[in-house]
């Protein structure tokens, strides 16, 4: 289908994320084009286009899917239409990349992990957790060499007042047919915290609430019910002793926190997401930067990285759909404990 010289690109859904990463970061790459769009709207889709030189916008997502014209989908809808847009773009013989979260819940991404099995001759990208690009081969290296000694916890934290506001409308976030078991950012970031240690834990507990039930449906225009929690406390256990923790909140005003910890017995790594910046405190002594040479930095690769296992078959690294099916196992299993009021869950392998 694509040769080195073209490769053309449809877009499903192409909000802030696709406008600010992926049509730029595709249109940078000779021979691609995207030749494609639809949004939620055929209106939407039009000024998206006009604002990028797209040539064509579709009446809807399987337009896209269906069409001779399309070698490869960039999928950037919520997280409800993953799964179903996924299984019918690799049906029609397109490869795949899709926005983060993989899904809704770990039932959609088992379709399609299988689609893409099925399919196996066609690339199936996740947008992988950009946070920390540029320090996770560092962190893998130093955790490698055992350099933090044996590891003891990892913790996570994430806290904003982005829903303290009872009457702001109802977030896509907080929707639970939109975004499925997803809550808050505890996907993204433990996708994260999974590439640097390559597990997961035998258990994990979720405990959470729901501070404002109902909230005014931008979509709808009618009420709408909160689904997924506003602040959201994580426990998990590992096979070896290791401790998770992880607090997630959008009901936390003031500066918030935004970090990661691996904790050992020689030392402490601390990622400053908020500040890009990784430190390193050895047990007795002072917490110091990691310095990262330029050289080492990864930076942003998505669009580069999936156009290259299209033309060369370079394997997908960031992120397979097998990471992804890990992440919503782990995401399920803690949604099944804040529904069950915060009992210990055990992590399906």
């Avoid at 000024?47 to 337009?63: C, L, N, Q």
């Avoid at 893409?116 to 955790?143: E, M, N, S, Y």
Wanted: glycine fraction near 10%; include cysteine; aromatic fraction near 6%.
């Amino acid at each position: 289908m694509a040769t080195q010289e073209r490769l053309r690109i449809g877009l499903i859904g192409a909000g802030a994320n696709t406008r600010l990463r992926h049509l730029p970061g595709f249109q940078a790459l000779p021979g691609v084009e995207v030749v494609m769009v639809a949004n939620r709207s055929e209106a939407s889709g039009r000024a998206v286009a006009k604002a990028f030189g797209i040539p064509k916008v579709a009446g809807s997502w399987r337009e896209v899917v269906e069409s001779p014209e399309v070698d490869a989908v960039c999928i950037g809808t919520w997280p409800n239409l993953h799964a179903e847009v996924t299984v019918a773009a690799l049906d029609a013989g397109k490869h795949v990349l899709t926005e983060a979260r993989m899904a809704r819940n770990a039932a959609e991404a088992r379709a399609m992990l299988a689609a893409a099995r099925r399919h196996h001759g066609r690339v199936c990208q996740i947008v992988p957790a950009p946070f920390t690009l540029d320090f996770d081969t560092r962190i893998q290296d130093l955790l490698t060499k055992k350099t933090l000694g044996d590891l003891r916890e990892v913790s996570m934290a994430h806290t904003n007042a982005l829903f303290s506001d009872a009457t702001a409308p109802l977030h896509w976030r907080q929707s639970e047919e939109r975004s499925g078991c997803n809550m808050l950012t505890f996907g993204i970031y433990y996708e994260t915290l999974r590439r640097w240690l390559h597990r997961d834990p035998a258990e994990v507990l979720g405990e959470g609430a729901i501070h404002t039930a109902e909230r005014p449906d931008p979509e709808t225009g009618r009420p709408g019910r909160v689904g997924t929690p506003d602040s959201l406390t994580v426990l998990g256990r590992y096979a070896d002793g290791v401790r998770l923790a992880g607090h997630f909140s959008a009901v936390e005003p003031g500066r918030g926190r935004n970090e990661l910890r691996l904790n050992g017995s020689r030392a402490g790594l601390r990622m400053d997401l908020e500040a890009g910046k990784l430190w390193l405190a050895e047990v007795g002594g002072e917490e110091k930067e990691v310095p990262l040479p330029e050289e080492e930095r990864r930076g942003w690769q998505v669009e580069a990285d999936f156009v290259d296992s299209i033309r060369r078959g370079t394997a997908v690294r960031l992120t397979t759909f097998e990471e992804g099916m890990r992440y919503m196992l782990v995401t399920e299993a803690v949604w099944k404990s804040w529904k069950a009021g915060g009992l210990w869950r055990v992590v399906e392998r």
